[in-house]
């Protein structure tokens, strides 16, 4: 078991650099199509909302519309994703190394093996079954009232493949990425120690955190206690995330993020 969790993707820089453009292109069509398949979860939660009597949501009557300006947003916003990832946080050597080894045409196993991928998925559902269970707890000795329903298991379904393949882009590919690569710079060193990369791991959680406060908000009371749960709990997902992005790379951090979100919101009813 132990050995499972240790070990890690071969970096191969000069691979990475010689396919990044390829790598570039498929991350980013990878992003966009994520954000537009958060479309249906989106225009459910605002459509809930309005039942609920809240005026000021704005939902627009075509779901093309949306279609549109999600199209337009998310090519921008994963143009610099994408090059703060694989260009100016190069000096990192994270990234998408396994899409560069897709590209190469060389033999994947000879990078990282299925066993790696396999724990990788593991750790991401034994995480969920114990956030599941603390929510179980809470739900005992302090209870949360519910703002608003929440959408269906098929809406969740949907957004676990979004959130796995946009905010991986967006927390480890881009934002982790460059903090690490920020505090090399300042200290001077052309490899991260350990510590610089928990680092960037555990400041891109707390950012992973404060984003899903609004999503929150739609579903409970935002108090210090609710605002506390949404923190810790994305914390503790978000570092194993940055944890898996690390050491097995930007692939497989969004298959263990995607696993994660279906076993805690499919699977699990944590806010029931």
Do not use: C
């Not at 990078?111 to 990788?120: F, G, P, V, Y």
């Not at 460059?178 to 060193?189: D, E, R, V």
């Not at 969004?254 to 029931?272: K, N, Q, R």
């Amino acid at each position: 078991m132990k050995n499972l969790f240790a070990s890690s993707i071969i970096q191969n820089k000069e691979e990475k650099e010689k396919y990044r453009w390829q790598v570039a292109i498929t991350v980013l069509v990878l992003f966009i199509f994520g954000s537009l398949i958060n479309i249906p979860f989106s225009r459910e939660v605002k459509r809930l909302n309005i039942e609920a009597g809240q005026t000021d949501i704005n939902l627009s009557a075509s779901i093309f519309d949306d279609l549109t300006t999600i199209a337009i947003s998310s090519l921008i916003l994963g143009i610099i994703l994408v090059f703060i990832g694989l260009w100016v946080s190069s000096r990192a050597n994270l990234g998408a190394p396994l899409l560069a080894r897709f590209f190469s045409k060389k033999l994947t196993n000879k990078l990282i093996s299925w066993k790696a991928i396999l724990s990788s998925i593991l750790l991401a559902t034994i995480v969920a079954l114990f956030l599941l269970g603390l929510f179980e707890l809470q739900k005992e000795f302090y209870p949360v009232l519910n703002k608003l329903s929440r959408p269906s298991k098929s809406f969740y379904a949907l957004v676990s493949f979004s959130a796995g393949i946009s905010e991986e882009i967006m927390f480890r590919l881009g934002l982790m990425s460059l903090i690490i690569t920020i505090i090399q710079l300042l200290k001077k060193m052309e490899n991260p120690s350990n510590k610089i990369v928990w680092t960037g791991i555990l400041i891109s959680a707390l950012f992973f955190g404060l984003i899903h406060l609004p999503l929150s908000k739609n579903f409970v009371e935002l108090t210090p206690f609710t605002i506390g749960v949404t923190m810790i709990g994305n914390l503790i997902t978000g570092a194993t995330f940055g944890w898996i992005f690390w050491k097995r790379g930007l692939l497989v951090a969004i298959i263990a993020h995607t696993t994660f979100d279906l076993v805690f919101h499919v699977i699990g009813t944590p806010y029931t």
